[in-house]
């Protein structure tokens, strides 16, 4: 379900017609529907009515303020990975005690800015991590609420550069060794033990690795419990997929996930985390851009764009699939013919997409990536001296502009040339 049609020929989000969005901010940027994020986090969060969970949307899938803000006037939580995140979840008026620090790598600034801010739970992936945290608290004179990551040993099917359950990966504490760690956490001065947590990685679209992953979980929580270590938190993390090919499975409804969890969970007396991103962001964006030119190559043709890879890195990262849509209508009947859709980077690897069906489309007319609210605009960079483009929030009639572009004297102001070569003869 999402807010992003056409309408009278145009593809409008809610009721704003992208075109009127293009005169007035320019190409490319990102749009986002507060009415399709709304949707999501409310599906999402009564599905586990009853359950006593918490849902921390996970900032990485979509850091902007405003729809951190949308989210938070929700009830929602964070799951952040950075001191930046946890920076960016507070400023957009996420509590504190609802945020949630996950990541292999957090830095002793990060875990002590969380510490400081009263951060509701810690989630340590090593022993290294767990005794710098244990000194770190102890010498502040407060206690760190933490919870340890554990890694489940589970396959997911998805792509690998997005798996994380694997005894392989560099995530959370093999599930076989966590007992001892768990042991070692409550002896430690500065450590509030509260509970474990577990992500197994993410745009999983079957339940059945879930299940396998919270049944290893629970047998872990109950054999802890048998000897007297009692957890009263269970993070899940995130995970749950959208489709972004039209032949590709629906997400597993929330009501199913919550059966799992309860399934698994429910007569624990346990409150339960949750860090969907993507199940709440993704199909809540688009990013549109301008074709610039319509190039006859030797042997394919290739729609080049004004956006490339470094604002939207999905397809060439991870060879993911977007619907590329054409903002103005086609005609039933215009032929659809295989088109390379291409960005200005030069790199061969600037490709959204090869060989794409897709009607005739002019230079100067729009298109939009369909499914871009989630790892789009957080994961874009101004390589080839590009700016970060615009974010747009639409709601109902109106949009606004959440992020501007940076000018150009912006980009330039963070560097500086030494005197030593402003002035080669000194
Ligand atoms: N919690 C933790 C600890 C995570 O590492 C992640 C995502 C999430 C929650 C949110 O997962 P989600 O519900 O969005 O699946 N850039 C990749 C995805 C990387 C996911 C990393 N971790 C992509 O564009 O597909």
């Known amino acids: ?62 850091g902007n303020k405003a729809v951190l803000a949308l989210l938070a006037r929700l009830g929602a939580g964070a799951d952040v990975v950075s001191g930046g995140e946890m920076r960016q979840a507070i400023a957009a008026g996420i509590p504190a005690k609802r945020i949630v620090f996950s990541g292999v790598g957090k830095t002793r600034d990060e875990l002590t800015a969380a510490l400081a801010a009263g951060i509701a739970q810690i989630n340590v992936e090593s022993e290294p991590e767990l005794r710098a945290l244990s000194e770190f608290a102890a010498s502040m004179g407060t206690l760190a609420p933490v919870a340890l990551r554990v ?29 001892a760690l768990f042991r070692l956490a409550r002896t430690l001065p500065g450590i509030d033990l509260k509970g474990v947590a577990v992500h197994i990685g993410s745009q999983i679209l079957d339940l059945e690795p879930f299940r396998q992953a919270f049944a290893r979980l629970r047998e872990l929580v109950l054999a802890l419990r048998a000897e007297g270590i009692n ?17 590709d499975p629906t997400s597993p409804p929330p009501d199913a996930y919550a059966a799992l969890t309860r399934e698994a969970f429910g007569d624990l007396g346990v409150r339960l985390i949750l ?39 999905r397809p060439a990262f991870y060879e993911a699939f977007h619907e590329i849509l054409p903002v103005n ?54 390589y080839n001296g590009r700016p970060l483009v615009p974010e747009v929030l639409v709601r109902g009639a109106r949009f606004d502009v959440v992020r501007r572009r940076p000018t150009p004297a912006e980009m330039a102001a963070l560097e500086t040339v030494p005197d030593w070569l402003k002035n080669p003869a000194s």
């Not at 099917?157 to 599930?175: A, L, V």
């Not at 957890?231 to 032949?247: I, S, T």
């Not at 860090?275 to 080049?304: D, T």
Request: net charge negative.
């Open 1 to 62: 379900m999402d807010h992003f049609a056409y309408k009278s020929g145009v593809l409008h989000a809610e009721e704003v017609p992208l075109t009127r969005i293009a005169e007035s901010v320019g190409t490319p940027f990102y749009v986002y529907s507060s009415a399709t994020l709304e949707h999501h986090y409310r599906v999402f969060s009564e599905a586990f009515v009853g359950q006593n969970a918490h849902v921390c949307f996970a900032v990485k899938t979509n």
């Open 151 to 179: 890694n489940p040993d589970v396959a997911a099917d998805t792509h690998e550069k997005i798996t994380t359950g694997r005894k392989e990966n560099k995530f959370g504490i093999d599930i076989d060794q966590a007992p």
């Open 231 to 247: 957890l009263e938190r269970v993070d899940l993390g995130g995970g749950l997929g959208v489709p972004y090919h039209r032949d």
């Open 275 to 313: 860090e969907p991103g993507r199940l709440i962001a993704g199909n809540a964006g688009m990013l549109v851009s301008r074709v610039v030119y319509v190039k006859e190559g030797a042997s394919r043709n290739f729609l080049i764009l004004d956006s490339g890879f470094n604002d939207l890195i």
């Open 329 to 382: 209508l086609p005609a039933p009947d215009a032929p659809r013919e295989p088109i390379d859709v291409v960005g200005p980077i030069c790199e061969s690897s600037d490709i959204f997409a090869r060989q794409r069906l897709l009607p005739p489309i002019a230079p100067g007319e729009l298109v939009a990536f369909a499914t871009a609210g989630a790892y789009g605009a957080v994961m874009a960079s101004t």
